[in-house]
């Protein structure tokens, strides 16, 4: 047999080791390189493609669903501080056409007047003069009360 023919014939078998020596040589080398590494982060980005692009499309739509979540919840946030607005409005209403009311109603109503006023703060851009004067009529006719005793 010629050494054409025993080439040929294993070289591919005395390669392989001979490369697996070679790129652990190099691994193992004080030079940076990780071939290892890099062939089998290779190896798995093109087997787990369909599996990131999947991640990726997931990852888009979380976030789209995140900016709407943040928009319904900026929207009822919004909309809880306009009703607390109008009830705070009707109850000074209430109390400027003489009804009268519980300590517990008025306590119920100065807790919303106080979560309206929170939200304001936080809101500057939230419309309140509307409601300033109602609420300081309600504090003074609960102060007012608290003196007499005159709760209903």
């Not at 004080?30 to 890099?38: D, F, L, T």
């Not at 939200?119 to 300081?136: L, R, T």
């Not at 609960?142 to 709760?151: A, G, I, Q, V």
Request: hydrophobic share 40%; with cysteine; net charge negative.
């Amino acid at each position: 047999m010629s050494l054409k023919a025993i080439l040929e014939t294993w070289g591919p078998v005395m390669v392989t080791p001979a490369v697996i020596i070679l790129l652990s040589l190099v691994e193992i080398a004080p030079i940076k390189i990780n071939p290892w590494s890099a062939i089998i982060g290779f190896l798995s980005k093109n087997l787990n493609a369909d599996v990131t692009q999947r991640l990726d499309a997931m990852q888009q739509r979380l976030e789209e669903m995140q900016k709407k979540l943040d928009e319904h919840v900026v929207t009822d946030d919004d909309r809880e501080a306009r009703s607390w607005r109008t009830q705070i409005l009707r109850f000074n209403d209430e109390l400027i056409h003489g009804a009268r009311h519980t300590k517990e109603h008025f306590d119920e109503m100065l807790d919303i007047v106080h979560d309206y006023e929170g939200y304001c703060q936080k809101h500057k851009n939230f419309p309140n003069g509307k409601c300033v004067h109602a609420i300081d009529n309600i504090n003074r006719v609960y102060d007012k009360l608290l003196e007499s005793h005159d709760f209903l």
